[in-house]
């Protein structure tokens, strides 16, 4: 329950239950969209850049086993989410897929939004660990939209969904962001550090007030997402969190490390699984794929399963 408290007053929660109020009290409160696009950009930059620097200075024996490791969990998460979301779910092929695809992805602003938590209460966690977010969401999406084509006889659209994934600009910033960051240093980072590193908190807080407000007008298509999606959202953020921490432990990473990749494999995509869900699977109903994960996922692990890994990853470590 303190560490329950200690995340609830983080400024970063704060801001996305700001945001919620707003949206619910029907204020005009909003983020211009190209603002909303410009902070999303910069904040996938600003972790690639952080986690660049780290791999920089990390051996090949430190990251091997965690990498793998994180790319067969963002292979395996798709396959047995669209197994149970057939079988339990009673959800046809597309929609199944295509919710998959979101569970098998990660959130990045969830990610950061654990990192924020760890620095506020002075955990250390490798640097390396951002980019265990390409490892886990290019799999998670790839693997998704190959059982669709399984499951539908061949999708037309598989190799446009693969390539929007590979080329959207979340997987091009942390990938670049990464690329940058190995080649310059932490030297190279010093010099960006005042853009890039001390204001990082402040635009996250700025990104998630605009959270707030979309999770809230997801609310409403709550009725029509069905006892057992309600229950997916939740319970599966718990299992596949766990199942992170568990392997990070076991890999060898540190708390804040384990915990890392606990939050990111709890975390479920609403930027680039929509992106390439649009493309492959034009049939699947948002609704379906976008509602438990906004509104029931996304601010579940902002609030409860943030505090409720690190005490796994804590008491694991």
């Excluded at 904040?43 to 791999?55: D, E, R, T, Y």
């Amino acid at each position: 329950m303190d560490l329950v408290q200690t995340n609830l007053l983080n400024p970063v929660v704060l801001a996305f239950v700001l945001g919620a109020v707003a949206a619910r009290a029907g204020s005009d409160l909003k983020l211009p969209d190209p603002v909303y696009a410009t902070l999303s950009m910069y904040l996938v930059l600003a972790i690639g850049l952080k986690g660049g620097a780290s791999l920089s200075e990390s051996s090949f024996g430190e990251i091997a086993l965690p990498a793998v490791a994180a790319l067969l969990l963002g292979a395996a998460t798709p396959v047995w989410s669209y197994a149970l979301l057939r079988r339990f779910g009673k959800l046809n092929v597309p929609d199944s897929a295509a919710l998959a695809a979101h569970y098998g992805s990660i959130s990045i602003v969830t990610f950061m939004a654990g990192l924020a938590y760890l620095d506020s209460i002075g955990v250390a966690y490798e640097g390396f660990v951002a980019a265990f977010a390409a490892l886990l969401e290019i799999p998670g999406i790839a693997v998704a939209l190959v059982l669709a084509q399984r499951g539908m006889g061949g999708t037309r659209n598989l190799a446009e969904g693969i390539r929007e994934t590979l080329t959207g600009r979340s997987i091009v910033l942390l990938a670049g962001g990464l690329a940058i960051g190995m080649l310059t240093g932490t030297a190279g980072l010093e010099k960006v550090a005042p853009f890039f590193v001390d204001p990082f908190q402040g635009v996250l807080c700025l990104f998630l007030l605009e959270m707030g407000r979309v999770a809230a007008r997801r609310l409403e298509d709550l009725k029509s997402s069905g006892a057992f999606l309600l229950v997916f959202a939740t319970v599966a953020a718990l299992v596949h969190g766990v199942i992170g921490v568990a392997i990070g432990t076991w890999t060898g990473l540190s708390e804040g490390g384990a915990f890392s990749l606990g939050i990111l494999s709890a975390s479920a995509s609403y930027i680039a699984a929509p992106a390439a869900v649009r493309l492959s699977l034009p049939e699947a109903n948002p609704s379906v794929y976008l509602t438990p994960v906004l509104a029931v996922t996304f601010p579940f692990n902002l609030t409860v399963g943030i505090p409720a890994l690190h005490a796994l990853a804590r008491w694991m470590a």
